[in-house]
């Protein structure tokens, strides 16, 4: 049994690794890292900007790191802005959406009541990076979500799993190693295309009625692949691919979410189309 252990030991390394290396730089604990003006519950949204927007950050992601700069870029447009952190494992710090993704959907359920509690509004908006872009689709199918939000937005969102670029096309090859996974890190696990919880999430159709979605996505994503398994089907739909938008955005799975300014014109757009602008190369300086 030690031999096949240490078998596994290459594999399970990998994929941490390369999950790892892909994700935001943890700079501090979010609890004690500055928010610069976001996740103010005295808040109160305006008649231009009625709904909070939730951030949700991706795995291995937290509430402060993987919005240090979308959430300025939203405040200082109006919004109410909040982010929280969500997905931790035992023993692990600085690093989250690693637990069961059906648990985190839980958590963002319990976070959304806490934010339209402290807002006085009924409905609310969530933008989403990876993980952060799939799992609230959970919350909405099976937990209530759908009366309480009105627009989805996924930044890079693995909707319909993930092949790693072709790295969990090795499991078979490792007996017990998909087990292994789902042990250490089940938020991981789950999102490997095929996953039972993917099944689950997607079967009878990716959208319900009464939110709005949309997808933004980068053709140079190395981890949500293949990228255009991001992509949703459904009424109140608008998938993006931001090459399109700009023709030499050269973002990938992180900075997408992260620095891009072009991808965060486009969410300003999904949260206000009655007042969306075009989305080009010159909306870096916007």
């Given at each position: 049994?030690?031999?096949?252990?240490?078998?596994?030991?290459?594999?399970?390394?990998?994929?941490?690794?390369?999950?790892?290396?892909?994700?935001?730089?943890?700079?501090?604990?979010?609890?004690?890292?500055?928010?610069?003006?976001?996740?103010?519950?005295?808040?109160?949204?305006?008649?231009?900007?009625?709904?909070?927007?939730?951030?949700?950050?991706?795995?291995?992601?937290?509430?402060?790191?993987?919005?240090?700069?979308?959430?300025?870029?939203?405040?200082?447009?109006?919004?109410?802005?909040?982010?929280?952190?969500?997905?931790?494992?035992?023993?692990?710090?600085?690093?989250?959406?690693?637990?069961?993704?059906?648990?985190?959907?839980?958590?963002?359920?319990?976070?959304?009541?806490?934010?339209?509690?402290?807002?006085?509004?009924?409905?609310?908006?969530?933008?989403?990076?990876s993980q952060g872009g799939m799992m609230p689709r959970y919350y909405l199918k099976f937990l209530g979500g759908a009366a309480k939000v009105n627009a989805l937005v996924g930044i890079a969102p693995d909707n319909h799993?993930?092949?790693?670029?072709?790295?969990?096309?090795?499991?078979?090859?490792?007996?017990?190693?998909?087990?292994?996974?789902?042990?250490?890190?089940?938020?991981?696990?789950?999102?490997?295309?095929?996953?039972?919880?993917?099944?689950?999430?997607?079967?009878?159709?990716?959208?319900?009625?009464?939110?709005?979605?949309?997808?933004?996505?980068?053709?140079?994503?190395?981890?949500?692949?293949?990228?255009?398994?991001?992509?949703?089907?459904?009424?109140?739909?608008?998938?993006?691919?931001?090459?399109?938008?700009?023709?030499?955005?050269?973002?990938?799975?992180?900075?997408?979410?992260?620095?891009?300014?072009?991808?965060?014109?486009?969410?300003?757009?999904?949260?206000?189309?009655?007042?969306?602008?075009?989305?080009?190369?010159?909306?870096?300086?916007?």
């Amino acid at each position: 049994m030690l031999p096949f252990k240490r078998a596994l030991r290459p594999l399970a390394a990998l994929l941490l690794a390369a999950a790892l290396a892909t994700a935001p730089a943890a700079t501090a604990h979010a609890a004690s890292a500055p928010s610069r003006g976001w996740n103010d519950y005295g808040c109160k949204p305006s008649a231009a900007h009625p709904r909070p927007v939730v951030l949700v950050h991706g795995t291995f992601g937290n509430s402060i790191d993987n919005w240090l700069s979308l959430a300025p870029y939203l405040k200082d447009r109006g919004y109410c802005v909040f982010s929280f952190d969500y997905g931790q494992l035992p023993g692990v710090p600085l690093f989250y959406g690693l637990g069961p993704i059906d648990k985190s959907a839980e958590q963002l359920s319990a976070f959304v009541d806490k934010v339209l509690t402290a807002t006085g509004v009924a409905k609310a908006d969530l933008v989403g990076h990876s993980q952060g872009g799939m799992m609230p689709r959970y919350y909405l199918k099976f937990l209530g979500g759908a009366a309480k939000v009105n627009a989805l937005v996924g930044i890079a969102p693995d909707n319909h799993g993930t092949t790693l670029s072709g790295l969990t096309n090795l499991l078979p090859y490792f007996p017990g190693a998909s087990g292994l996974l789902k042990t250490a890190t089940p938020g991981l696990a789950d999102q490997i295309a095929g996953s039972a919880f993917l099944a689950k999430l997607n079967e009878g159709g990716d959208t319900v009625p009464g939110v709005r979605y949309t997808v933004i996505a980068t053709k140079y994503d190395e981890v949500a692949t293949p990228w255009r398994s991001q992509y949703l089907t459904g009424p109140d739909v608008r998938n993006v691919l931001l090459q399109d938008l700009c023709a030499v955005d050269l973002s990938e799975h992180v900075t997408i979410g992260t620095i891009d300014r072009i991808a965060f014109h486009e969410v300003a757009n999904a949260l206000d189309p009655a007042h969306a602008t075009a989305t080009t190369c010159a909306s870096v300086f916007s």
